[in-house]
Structures are given as structure tokens and as C-alpha cells.
């Protein structure tokens, strides 16, 4: 394959930076970040507006406390919904998708996100790049994640959405694909 556009959501992102990283970016035509879970999330003496461990703490015992009640209280703060409806189908079909992945694999995966520094995978982008944030992302704070990813690959274009949690994939459905088509053909035009 030729020319592939690589779109990464949340921890996606990460993977899609590491693969650029790891697989250098010959075959890759752009990079779309939604929401990512970049660069790093830890708060560290060398970055210090990172989220502090007592709340991944936190979370990790609420997920493993009661991780179906969890998952209720954040399906809102996930979307975002009070601020722009989401169809509630869509919100417990989410929810039940959640419920249904191992508790192994969600620790797992939660320790990666918040753990694993990207700053170096992020440095490394050399394609065109599109990262899209909302500023109501609870999962990934835009001042932690988004504006810092943008910031940090170089000519990426930025996009920021005021009333956007997590799930602004469904939530603002028709402005990411939007912005996405646009990126596409600009990239193809240019």
C-alpha cells in the first residue's frame, strides 16, 4: 500500500506516531490525530503540566472497584453530551463495547496511555498533520494532549473544538469528517 492516511483516535494516536517512528513514513500520505493521548500524560520533573499519579491512581481503582458504574458516570463526560446531544443508543452502545473488553486488557492499556512517553514518536512525525481536539476532553485535556501534540510536529495544523469531549468523533461527526475530506483533498491538490 501507497499513500495511506493515517487517522489515530485517543491511544490509536499513539500507535500511529509510533509507527511513523518506527516504520519511517515512505508509504504514509498524512496523519490525523483525534483526541490523542499524546505526548505524555504523566505529570514529571521535565514535565511538569502533566496530570499527577495520584488521579491515574485513582482512576485505576475506580476501574477496578466498579468499572460498569465507572463507565456510567463518565459516558457523558465522555461525549461531552451536555453540551451538544449524542444519541443515547449511541452512548450505551459505547458503553456496553467498553464493558465488554477484558479488565486485563483495559488496566493494561490505561498504564500505556498514561505511562508511555511520546514526545520522542511525536518529534519524529515528518508527514502532513491534522490534530483535532475538543476543549471539553476530560479523558485527554486539551492543554495536556492536543494543543501540546500540535506544538510539537512541526507545520501540523490545529484544530480546536470548544464544546468537544473525547467522543468528538460521534459527537461532532460531521465537522471531524469535514475536516478531514478538506485535509485529504488539500494534501492531494498540494
Not at 516504520?23 to 505526548?39: C, D, I, K, Q
Not at 486539551?142 to 469531549?165: K, L, M, N, Q, W
Request: aromatic share 8%; net charge negative; hydrophobic share 40%.
Amino acid at each position: 500500500m501507497d499513500n495511506v492516511r493515517l487517522v489515530g483516535h485517543s491511544g490509536g494516536a499513539a500507535v500511529a506516531v509510533r509507527y511513523l517512528a518506527e516504520r519511517g513514513s515512505n508509504r504514509v500520505h498524512s496523519l490525523t490525530l483525534v483526541s490523542p493521548m499524546l505526548p505524555f500524560l504523566k505529570q514529571t520533573a521535565d514535565n511538569p503540566g502533566g496530570l499527577p499519579e495520584e488521579l491515574f491512581d485513582g482512576l485505576l481503582n475506580a476501574l477496578r472497584t466498579d468499572r460498569t458504574r465507572w463507565l456510567a458516570d463518565q459516558q457523558q463526560v465522555f461525549f461531552a453530551s451536555h453540551l451538544r446531544p449524542v444519541s443515547p443508543s449511541l452512548i450505551d452502545r459505547t458503553r456496553r463495547d467498553c464493558e465488554s473488553a477484558s479488565m486485563y486488557a483495559v488496566l493494561a492499556l490505561q498504564r500505556h496511555v498514561f505511562h508511555d512517553d511520546n514526545r520522542r514518536f511525536v518529534d519524529l512525525v515528518d508527514v502532513p498533520t491534522l490534530v483535532m481536539h475538543g476543549t471539553a476532553d476530560f479523558s485527554a485535556p486539551v492543554e495536556v494532549c492536543g494543543r501540546p501534540t500540535a506544538a510539537a510536529i512541526s507545520g501540523s495544523e490545529y484544530i480546536e473544538f470548544p464544546d468537544a469531549g473525547h467522543g468528538m468523533y460521534a459527537s461532532h461527526h460531521e465537522s471531524v469528517n469535514s475536516e478531514l475530506l478538506r485535509f485529504f483533498a488539500a494534501r492531494r491538490a498540494g
